[in-house]
């Protein structure tokens, strides 16, 4: 972890931010991460008696703080096909209780997701116009306009858990090559299981959206709050309806083959901020209460 103490009068003299140095809050800004890896999320977190919010940009994007029992907290998620070329500039924007703003800068190193190339999948002849691109392209839009969405309410608390207790096999982030032999990126993890299996939720959270699309079949997207979104997909049955509050281990539909899939499966998928991450790893991550 790496742990930052800044005030307005060190910002103004180091930074030359700020031209006004009557008050001098301390301010805490802390990452859990050394570096984040393609695909993965790191957690940022911000306190002191004087802060009422902020905000980081960096990968060109925004990441806003929301409260804590302790303070404010970012999950910062890197995109999983983010270029490794170089550290990126990282701004921390904080927000005080007297109006005024303390911003200050550092960098953001990215590794790599150390993602595998799959062996091919074959299709049945019924769905092989399922690997269309424009079919491909729309259901991306669709799905990253809904996890594009910020919900400030935190629904879940502790960590997230598996949706079913299984092996898995195609793993996040893969590069797996089709009957025509173009390439797709998996933007979630595969669970083996057979047809008709429960699922539960991971956490607890607000459905969004409970329908058929084209490549993921019937399926499930759960908002999480804080632009967390898990995702249950290939369903046979779906037992909730947009609008519903579901609790965490809740049974919300049965496994099946639905969709661009090649045979019974889960598919299952973490969003964060608009972006796919690794389901497995976020489970990992120590999230804030």
Do not use: C
């Given at each position: ?94 927000y005080l209780t007297n109006g005024e703003t303390i911003t200050s800068e550092s960098l953001l190193r990215v ?64 590069v797996r090559t089709f009957n025509d032999g173009t390439a797709r990126r998996h933007t979630g993890v595969d ?99």
């Amino acid at each position: 972890m790496r742990r930052v103490i800044v005030s307005v009068l060190a910002v103004t003299l180091f930074l030359g931010i700020l031209s006004r140095t009557t008050a001098q809050p301390q301010v805490t800004v802390a990452t859990q991460f050394d570096f984040i890896r393609q695909g993965h999320v790191g957690v940022v977190t911000l306190s002191g008696a004087d802060v009422a919010g902020g905000i980081i940009l960096t990968l060109d994007r925004a990441y806003p703080f929301f409260p804590t029992s302790t303070g404010f907290a970012a999950l910062l998620a890197v995109p999983l096909d983010q270029k490794l070329s170089k550290e990126y500039p990282m701004t921390v924007t904080v927000y005080l209780t007297n109006g005024e703003t303390i911003t200050s800068e550092s960098l953001l190193r990215v590794e790599s997701g150390e993602y595998i190339s799959e062996k091919s999948f074959v299709l049945p002849k019924d769905k092989v116009y399922l690997l269309d691109l424009g079919i491909q392209t729309n259901e991306d839009y669709r799905l990253r306009s809904i996890y594009g969405m910020i919900t400030a309410e935190k629904f879940w608390e502790g960590r997230f858990n598996v949706p079913l207790s299984t092996t898995t096999t195609s793993p996040f982030g893969s590069v797996r090559t089709f009957n025509d032999g173009t390439a797709r990126r998996h933007t979630g993890v595969d669970f083996r299981v057979g047809a008709g299996v429960p699922i539960a939720t991971a956490a607890s959270g607000r459905v969004v959206f409970a329908r058929a699309l084209d490549i993921h079949g019937n399926s499930i997207i759960i908002d999480h709050g804080w632009g967390v979104f898990s995702s249950y997909s290939h369903l046979s049955e779906m037992y909730v309806v947009p609008g519903q509050i579901v609790l965490q281990g809740e049974m919300i539909g049965l496994t099946g083959n639905t969709g661009r899939s090649t045979g019974a499966h889960l598919h299952w998928e973490i969003a964060v901020n608009g972006l796919w991450v690794s389901p497995l790893d976020f489970l990992q991550v120590t999230l804030p209460n």
